[in-house]
């Protein structure tokens, strides 16, 4: 039996994360339908010269990873008990070269992201607020169970991040030191028969690694990564002090505990630094700094290189005109990927060059690599298309050469193959700035309908493969799909961030607009059946096609989208938005239009979305019953719809709530743009 491309795209394995050592190995993160079909599995493929292996099995989703060059794999997984049941938090676990997975360590709270150093395993914890070891945060947290309470009380921002609910507990960073026998440990941990003398031996007889946790500067961790020995790593730390809200400041911190942690680099109202990667030889690391976003300053982020013995810091590549976060494929040469013209390219240089040169992909194909690595002297990455699912390759750092991987998730399931045609559109800004568009065509001469697809960010760009705001369903229904990148999309150099940067319903709209124009004027496409549709800043784009276009539009389609940008700027969980918002807010408030809205709209929110939150969706959805312009139906009842998701974040991820997303879009398309009704999915109830 036939699936359709909905649910063939729904169904199909997912390549996640390309995992590396540098001593050559290569490990795919995998995703797939579970059994029941009605939620993802995680799981873990080693790519080899011989072929495929598979690392893990069964219904547990595997979580983080860390390699071993000896073919050790730790992993995170919430794995079946005896009794049946799925714990509650992410074991820690290890699979040897050959056999199977031993359990190494359990906790409340499970683990986070790991990093394997020379002689230990470096991990991030989530740790009750009051405790400073494990035995304290075991037992503060059995006492915060067990008298049911839930509450939080904060002293700093945010409180939430995009879909969680932030405290009692705090980031830490923990090391656990490897024992030189670590499976023969592992077995006697399984026989009960440890000789434990810590004073929580009772409660993890059968841990085989114990974590000491790391002193930390004050704030919350928010990002960090370690040298290679495991014995440094640079920690980036989110803060509220005097007039800064949730700035990050970023710290060297000695994870062997011998010395205090050293500022490197405090945050300001201007600038802010993230760590990015340790050269092999530790002796200097690549960081970002961010130029932030302001009233009067434009988002700009540039590498920078800081000697770790000296502690000067020199700009990295500084003729570059593309965002970048290199990484080190030797002690002398840096590697990065970045958005390009609608693509990506691949680039390489060294420490001293003024920009490093074009390596692989680039401006004359239609790829862009992502999630790059080092692995046995060559480059590996994930490359995808706006028309082609990922797969892995192999570069070769001296000639450029791409080679295609054995791919992990093709050899279970077929991948996508996406309809129609792909082509490009360029037009011409008010300003004369020249921007461009992928066009996805559906089979037949048309004319077609089509619908607009506006990106987020505000800053991305339309050059890789989604499994979240596919055209392919859209296409296979019939729909031309445009792919704008106006003003502010990323690949087009500085100067392209800062034309809408402060002017989000500005150039961004009108370059929208004139890619619009010159895909109707096209045979191919109907002019007549056109929709507008968005997420995040795309449903932002989206509330504001509505309030300034008529009825050029049959339906506009926003979702996770900013409706009132005051709102909005107290109640996100990103300091960052509301204090260059506030010369906009006058201009460039799309509630401010709610009169001008002519059209039925589908309203898209998912109540756990603290990055714009569901208030906004809520406030939009009442303008709209109360205010807008937009005619009733035969009945007197309202056209406009609320597709409403009680557990979703600002991304719609559960295998079934993700097909009624685009089915109950596509409805709504082919009702307002085609003239078709179609039946809601039983599903909804």
Not at 180 to 191: P, Y
Not at 413 to 429: C, I, R, W
Not at 650 to 666: D, I, P, S
Request: charged share 25%.
């Amino acid at each position: 039996m036939s699936s359709s491309p909905l649910t063939a795209l729904l169904d199909a394995a997912r390549l996640g994360a390309l995992l590396t050592t540098r001593g050559g190995r290569v490990v795919a993160k995998v995703s797939r339908p579970d059994a029941k079909g009605t939620a993802y599995r995680t799981g873990l493929v080693e790519i080899t010269d011989a072929g495929l292996l598979t690392l893990t099995r069964g219904d547990a989703s595997v979580g983080t990873v860390a390699l071993a060059e000896d073919g050790t794999t730790f992993f995170t997984a919430k794995r079946t008990g005896e009794d049946g049941s799925e714990a509650e938090d992410a074991q820690l676990w290890g699979l040897p070269p050959r056999g199977e997975a031993r359990e190494l360590a359990s906790r409340p709270g499970g683990f986070g992201d790991l990093h394997l150093g020379k002689d230990a395993l470096v991990a991030q914890l989530s740790v009750h607020s009051q405790a400073t070891t494990e035995a304290e945060h075991r037992e503060l947290s059995s006492r915060r169970e067990d008298a049911k309470v839930t509450a939080v009380l904060h002293d700093g921002f945010p409180t939430r991040y995009w879909s969680d609910d932030l405290g009692p507990a705090r980031e830490v960073l923990a090391v656990a030191e490897l024992p030189r026998d670590l499976w023969t440990a592992a077995a006697v941990a399984e026989d009960g028969d440890t000789d434990a003398e810590s004073s929580d031996a009772k409660d993890t007889s059968r841990s085989v690694l114990r974590f000491r946790h790391v002193a930390l500067p004050p704030g919350r961790l928010v990002d960090w990564v370690a040298d290679d020995a495991g014995t440094r790593a640079l920690v980036s730390m989110q803060d509220s002090v005097g007039e800064l809200v949730g700035v990050p400041h970023l710290h060297l911190v000695d994870l062997t505990g011998a010395e205090a942690p050293r500022l490197i680099l405090p945050g300001t109202a201007e600038v802010e630094h993230s760590p990015v990667s340790f050269s092999p030889d530790g002796r200097r690391a690549v960081v970002s700094r961010e130029q932030t976003w302001s009233g009067s300053a434009s988002l700009d982020v540039r590498p920078l290189l800081l000697d770790l013995r000296t502690g000067d810091l020199t700009e990295l590549w500084p003729e570059l005109d593309r965002w970048v976060q290199p990484i080190w494929l030797d002690d002398a040469t840096l590697v990065a990927e970045s958005d390009d013209t609608g693509r990506g390219s691949l680039w390489i240089g060294g420490l001293e060059d003024a920009a490093p040169r074009l390596l692989a992909f680039g401006p004359e194909q239609e790829l862009s690599p992502a999630g790059i690595s080092v692995a046995g002297g060559a480059i590996i990455a994930s490359v995808s298309g706006v028309a082609s699912p990922p797969r892995p390759v192999r570069v070769d750092p001296a000639s450029g050469t791409v080679t295609d991987l054995p791919h992990p998730a093709g050899a279970s399931s077929p991948q996508p193959v996406s309809p129609g045609t792909l082509t490009e559109v360029t037009a011409t800004g008010v300003d004369g700035t020249g921007v461009r568009a992928w066009l996805r065509l559906p089979e037949g001469e048309g004319p077609h309908p089509l619908v607009v697809f506006a990106h987020g960010g505000p800053w991305g760009s339309w050059n890789a493969w989604t499994w979240r705001w596919n055209p392919d369903p859209f296409v296979a229904a019939g729909y031309a799909v445009l792919l704008p990148d106006p003003a502010i999309s990323t690949g087009y150099g500085q100067s392209m961030i800062e034309r809408g940067q402060h002017e989000l319903g500005g150039a961004p709209f009108t370059d929208v607009m004139a890619l619009t124009d010159a895909v109707i004027a096209r045979e191919d496409v109907d002019a007549e059946r056109t929709a507008f549709a968005g997420g995040s800043y795309g449903g932002y784009m989206a509330n504001w096609v509505a309030g300034h276009t008529g009825d050029r539009f049959r339906c506009i389609v926003t979702h996770a989208s900013l409706w009132d940008t005051r709102v909005m700027g107290r109640t996100t969980d990103n300091a960052g938005w509301e204090p260059p918002m506030r010369t906009q807010n006058d201009r460039f408030d799309p509630s401010a239009s709610v009169a001008d809205i002519e059209v039925p709209m589908l309203v898209i929110h998912g109540d756990k979305d603290y990055r714009v939150p569901i208030s906004q969706g809520h406030a939009l959805w009442y303008d709209l019953l109360t205010f807008s312009a937009t005619p009733k139906d035969e009945h007197g009842r309202t056209r406009h719809r609320f597709l409403y998701f009680p557990d979703e974040g600002h991304w719609v991820l559960g295998r079934g709530n993700a097909q009624v997303w685009y089915e109950t879009f596509l409805a709504f398309l082919d009702e307002h743009v085609r003239g078709e009704h179609t039946e809601r999915p039983a599903t909804l109830g």
